[in-house]
């Protein structure tokens, strides 16, 4: 049942990828492409994280921590250079 | 306890790829750019601790002991996440509200995306008044 379950919500992250990619492809707004770029870096922390449970062997830590970190970094400096012209004053 | 423990586990995953795909959806099927700001919030938060719950969960119930590692991860989305959408929300202020349709600022300097000057090292917070 559990293997159900996580290929369900594997699944379900992997479409939610599909959809990510295709708005920052097809986006109206700058800010929706790193909106959409912020949207793929969650879901593949939980593509990680799901992976982790599936091979068994624990949570692959550093992967899901550098994962969120290079995204939420990457998000504010884009947003912080649309905003401001630079990144760091 | 242990099939207890296996429906949870089971319950974690459906609510999880459930929340992440509504996320998703909803950045893709929204039609305004703060409602789109909206929907990625409920799989960064939602969607992606009930998948790093359950991974808590599968390792206890896997192997014996627990990992604690899934939880900083979650306090660092936690964290991280509000500060990014703020951001594209000024982002978004910043590209479509005319200046003169913004309330002012109540300090010496202007709205930080119209004020050329670079920023000071210190934030240019309200100052109290004289004290008395």
Known sequence: ?89 | MTAALEYLLVALLVIAGTFGLIGSYGLWKLRDPMQRLHAPTKASTVGVGAALLASVLSVTLLHDGMSWHELLVVIFLFITAPITALFLAKLHIHATVARRDLPPTGVDRDWASFDERPEDDEPSLPRPADPR
Do not use: Q, W
């Not at chain 1, 799901?50 to 990457?74: C, H, K, P, Q, R």
């Open chain 1, 1 to 89: 049942m559990i293997e159900i379950a996580l290929a369900y919500a594997m699944g379900c992250f992997a479409i939610g990828l599909v959809m990510t990619t295709a708005r920052l492809l097809m986006a109206p707004t700058i800010g929706d492409r790193i909106l959409a770029l912020d949207t793929m870096v969650v879901n593949v922390i939980a593509l990680v994280v799901l992976y982790g449970i599936y091979t068994g062997d624990g949570l692959n830590f550093e992967v899901a921590m550098l994962f969120a970190m290079t995204g939420f970094v990457s998000s504010v400096a884009f947003a912080k250079y649309l905003l401001r012209g630079s990144v760091i004053e």
